[in-house]
């Protein structure tokens, strides 16, 4: 059964860099064809897709954050990665990972404040 968890800073400073990872379980980025995604929700707001990598490793943004966002994996740890760059506090919000779309993780808590 497949998993995913993510870790990361709770709080981080504004215009600092916001890094957060996804550690997988029961499945491997090369082998099977999924793809990898990172979503988020803000207070009160509903979910917003921040991007995704497929399984050729080829990256997807969304054209509201593509400057300030990379996605990257490490295939030796079963990990993939997020980096937010230049954060303020309408970054705050709820941070997922998610497995093509149906299997999600719990979701890391991140708070912009100085």
């Known amino acids: ?37 990172w979503s988020r929700q803000p207070p009160g707001k509903g979910l917003e897709w921040i991007g995704a990598m497929a399984f050729s490793g080829t990256t997807y943004y969304s054209p509201a954050l593509k400057s300030r966002t990379s996605i990257s994996r490490d295939t030796s740890k079963n990990q993939f990665t997020l980096q937010l760059n230049s954060v303020t506090s309408e970054d705050t919000a709820v941070y997922y990972c998610a497995r093509d779309y149906t299997t999600w993780g719990q979701g890391t808590q991140v708070t912009v404040s100085s």
Do not use: A, I
């Open 1 to 37: 059964q497949v998993r995913l968890q993510e870790s990361g800073p709770g709080l981080v400073k504004p215009s600092q860099t916001l890094s957060l990872t996804c550690t997988v379980s029961g499945d491997s980025f090369t082998t099977n064809y999924y793809s990898w995604s």
